[in-house]
Antibody
Framework: QVQLVESGGGVVQPGGSLRLSCAAS????????MYWVRQAPGKGLEWVAF?????????YYADSVKGRFTISRDNSKNTLYLQMNSLRAEDTAVYYC??????????WGQGTMVTVSS | QSALTQSASVSGSPGQSITISCTGT?????????VSWYQQHPGKAPKLMIY???NRPSGFSNRFSGSKSGNTASLTISGLQAEDEADYYC?????????FGGGTRVTVL
C-alpha cells in the first residue's frame, strides 16, 4: 500500500543540526513532488518545504526556515530528506512528509518528533 | 505567509450539517482554485478530505463538500457523525508556497 515513513527525529540542542528521512513505498516516487509539514505541540499545521518530482531543481521554503533547512530527495532510494541546521526552540514540532497531488498534500506519513532544547 | 483564518470551533448534533469557513486573501484562497481540506484526529496524521476547492479523493464520503466564494473557502459536513469529531485544516497554494489555516475543532454534541 501507499506509505510514507519518517525517521531521524530526536532531541537536539539549540544551534544544532538534524536530518530527517522519509521512505516512500507503494507508488512511483519519481512521479510526485513532495513536502515537509510540521506541527508544534498543541498547534496547527505549518508548511515547511516543497521539492519537485524530478531531480529536485524546484525547491521552495517557508520564510521561517529559509536559509536553515534544505529539502532534497534520492529517487534511487525512494527517499525524501530534510536537513535542519541552526535549530531553534521554535522548530520543536512533529515533522510530517507528505506526497503532492493537485497542489494538495494527499498522503501523509506518521510523523517524527523533533525537540530543540538545552 | 500569514495563516488563513478559521473559526476556532464549531459544534453540531448528530445528523446536522455544519460549515467551516477559511478566509484568506486574493494572494492565496482568492487567487487560486487550489484550496484543500484536512481532517486530523488526536495523535494521528492529517488526512486529505477535499482538494481543488471541491473535489473529493476517490472513495471518500460524499458527506464532505467544499466550495469557495471570493477569498473565503468553506467545508460543509452533512449528516454529522460521531467519528467526524476532529480538527479540520484548510490550506491554499499561494504561488510557490503553501499556507494552512489555524484549524477548527469540530465537536459532535
Amino acid at each position: 500500500q501507499v506509505q510514507l515513513v519518517e525517521s531521524g527525529g530526536g532531541v537536539v540542542q539549540p544551534g544544532g543540526s538534524l536530518r530527517l528521512s522519509c521512505a516512500a513505498s507503494g507508488f512511483t516516487f519519481t512521479r510526485h513532488a513532495m513536502y515537509w509539514v510540521r506541527q508544534a505541540p498543541g498547534k496547527g499545521l505549518e508548511w515547511v518545504a516543497f521539492i519537485g518530482h524530478d531531480d529536485g531543481t524546484n525547491k521552495y521554503y517557508a520564510d521561517s526556515v529559509k536559509g536553515r533547512f534544505t529539502i532534497s530527495r534520492d529517487n534511487s532510494k525512494n527517499t525524501l530528506y530534510l536537513q535542519m541546521n541552526s535549530l531553534r526552540a521554535e522548530d520543536t514540532a512533529v515533522y510530517y512528509c507528505a506526497r503532492a497531488a493537485f497542489y494538495a498534500f494527499d498522503i501523509w506519513g506518521q510523523g517524527t518528533m523533533v525537540t530543540v532544547s538545552s | 505567509q500569514s495563516a488563513l483564518t478559521q473559526s476556532a470551533s464549531v459544534s453540531g448534533s448528530p445528523g446536522q450539517s455544519i460549515t467551516i469557513s477559511c478566509t484568506g486573501t486574493s494572494s492565496d484562497v482568492g487567487g487560486y482554485n487550489y484550496v484543500s481540506w484536512y481532517q486530523q484526529h488526536p495523535g494521528k496524521a492529517p488526512k486529505l478530505m477535499i482538494y481543488e476547492v471541491s473535489n473529493r479523493p476517490s472513495g471518500f464520503s460524499n458527506r464532505f463538500s467544499g466550495s469557495k466564494s471570493g477569498n473565503t473557502a468553506s467545508l460543509t459536513i452533512s449528516g454529522l457523525q460521531a467519528e467526524d469529531e476532529a480538527d479540520y485544516y484548510c490550506s491554499s497554494y499561494t504561488g510557490n508556497t503553501w499556507v494552512f489555516g489555524g484549524g477548527t475543532r469540530v465537536t459532535v454534541l
